[in-house]
């Protein structure tokens, strides 16, 4: 998803600021915390949504939802497959994230599984099957140093 090219000053970016710290704030108390109007703030808040520059959403705690095994999947691939090899796995309900990479591998994944055994199951049968896929690798995170949710925006 590419943002269209909008220049954001600095009430725009207090607004995201603002909603990072509590992405629950009404407009009423954004618009009060920076002293403009609750219309001020949907006019900013449209403008930054429809141009792609932010999104609002919210953030699942996995293990909380029963989600319990996270791994990170590195695919080697044949480069002329890559592509649509990526294209199959996003279709998968457990992967979070995937991207098509430079270096040892063409792909980078990331599935979020109920547990171990159903993360191997879906590797072994649904991933490494696809056509074009030539090596997988795992890894599964025991500990994070960092993992932000805020938001990201560009400028």
Same mark, same amino acid.
């Given at each position: 998803?590419?943002?269209?090219?909008?220049?954001?000053?600095?009430?725009?970016?207090?607004?995201?600021?603002?909603?990072?710290?509590n992405g629950r704030m009404s407009n009423r108390e954004v618009g009060r915390?920076?002293? #403009?109007?609750?219309?001020?703030?949907?006019?900013?808040?449209?403008?930054?949504?429809?141009?792609?520059?932010?999104?609002?959403?919210?953030?699942?705690?996995?293990?909380?939802?029963?989600?319990?095994?996270?791994?990170?999947?590195?695919?080697?691939?044949?480069?002329?497959?890559?592509?649509?090899?990526? *294209?199959?796995?996003?279709?998968?309900?457990?992967?979070?994230?995937?991207?098509?990479?430079?270096?040892?591998?063409?792909?980078?994944? #990331?599935?979020?599984?109920?547990?171990?055994? *159903?993360?191997?199951?879906?590797?072994?049968?649904?991933?490494?099957?696809?056509?074009?896929?030539?090596?997988?690798?795992?890894?599964?995170? #025991?500990?994070?140093?960092?993992?932000?949710?805020?938001?990201?925006?560009?400028?």
């Amino acid at each position: 998803m590419k943002a269209d090219n909008v220049k954001l000053d600095e009430l725009d970016a207090a607004i995201i600021d603002l909603l990072r710290q509590n992405g629950r704030m009404s407009n009423r108390e954004v618009g009060r915390a920076l002293q #403009v109007s609750e219309g001020t703030v949907r006019q900013r808040l449209k403008k930054l949504i429809d141009s792609k520059s932010m999104r609002l959403g919210m953030v699942t705690d996995f293990e909380a939802s029963g989600l319990a095994a996270g791994v990170i999947l590195r695919i080697s691939a044949l480069p002329t497959r890559a592509r649509k090899i990526a *294209e199959e796995i996003a279709q998968l309900d457990a992967c979070t994230f995937v991207a098509l990479t430079f270096g040892q591998f063409e792909i980078i994944a #990331v599935l979020v599984n109920k547990s171990r055994t *159903e993360a191997a199951e879906m590797i072994d049968k649904r991933i490494k099957t696809i056509q074009g896929v030539q090596a997988v690798e795992v890894q599964e995170p #025991v500990s994070y140093a960092k993992h932000r949710y805020d938001l990201v925006y560009t400028t």
